[in-house]
């Protein structure tokens, strides 16, 4: 009975593990939290018995909703002193994709880092909602059950939440729709045009392919040398830039690798991670830098091979 019971509740982690990552990531914009919310969720569900649950999938989908809002209450006071922008911890794929299955769960454009920092406009509930509904493509009655609310005001909530980051809503609030992106393939070609003029120190060329009104964001959290606002405009992206790699100390190297379900750039210090890039692309140009050089957030980025 005992091996019945285990078997059950290893087929159970297996299924929905990377369904509840999937939400939990995306509510915290942390892996390592999200993974301390999934392992304890499955550590309570587990010391009760699976059998008597009809529904172990909305169960379990309410219990990390739950904890994530709770991890986001305790933390709020921590992001309001938060030094400089606050942007989420980069998820790197291994080469092997198999060892990251949570990062294709679903549309690999709703991981990216431009769409998780639009997130943090929404209110945690509005969030909970958003992903569940948007993301993982829950109906409203599912939704609602996880989150405590009637399906009516689930729906008021996914709409207010889909106009407040438009950016990658549909127009109609009604339908779970992919976000607008470009044509990956363009997206990863406008990526290496940048990193090849900046590795080679071609302004022009950099400066052609990003967006006059471009926006770079820089995540140190106090904790190493970070620019403390956005920087704003295309000619000031690329100084900052340029300033930043002429004060590199030798042994710095960097690779593209797959960020957050997109090609992005981690850099290395003495086959340390240093700092994770991404971007946001529009009309084939780059219309957002994302640089999280935190230190407590590169973690999870693994060493580069040697």
């Known amino acids: 009975m005992e091996n019945a019971r285990d078997a059950e509740q290893i087929q159970i982690y297996t299924a929905y593990k990377p ?3 999937a939400l939990a990531y995306r509510m915290l914009g942390s892996v390592m939290d ?4 999934v392992q304890e969720t499955f550590l309570y569900f587990n010391e ?4 008597g649950i009809q529904n172990p999938k909305a169960y379990l989908c309410k219990m990390v909703t739950n904890r994530c809002i709770d991890k986001l209450r305790s933390a709020s006071k921590k992001r309001e002193v938060y030094v400089g922008p606050w942007l989420p911890e980069p998820l790197v794929a291994v080469e092997n994709q198999g060892d990251m299955p949570e990062l294709f769960y679903t549309q690999k454009e709703s991981l990216s880092t431009a769409y998780l920092f639009l997130l943090q406009q929404l209110s945690w509930v509005e969030r909970a909602v958003f992903v569940l509904r948007e993301v993982l493509q829950y109906d409203y009655e599912e939704i609602a059950e996880i989150v405590d609310k009637s399906s009516v005001n689930c729906r008021q909530i996914f709409r207010r939440a889909k106009s407040s980051i438009s950016t990658f809503a549909s127009q109609d609030a009604e339908d779970v729709v992919q976000p607008k992106q470009p044509v990956e393939d363009q997206a990863n070609a406008i990526v290496e ?3 090849q003029a900046l590795a080679s120190g071609n302004m022009a060329q950099l400066l052609s392919i ?4 471009a926006v770079l964001y820089s995540d140190g959290g106090g904790k190493v040398r970070a620019a403390i606002r956005p920087i704003e405009g295309a000619e000031r992206i690329a100084m900052f830039l340029f300033g930043v790699l002429s004060k590199v100390p030798s042994g710095f190297s960097f690779q593209m690798a797959t960020v957050n379900g997109q090609l992005g750039v981690v850099s290395y210090q003495d086959r340390q991670p240093n700092n994770v890039m991404t971007f946001h692309v529009e009309d ?3 219309a957002a830098v994302y640089l999280v050089a935190n230190p407590d957030k590169l973690r999870h980025v693994a060493e580069m091979s040697v």
């Open 48 to 51: 009760k018995n699976p059998q």
């Open 210 to 213: 990003v967006k006059t009104e």
């Open 19 to 21: 369904l509840l990552f």
């Open 34 to 37: 999200a993974e301390d919310v």
């Open 284 to 286: 084939g140009q780059v």
């Open 193 to 195: 045009q940048f990193v």
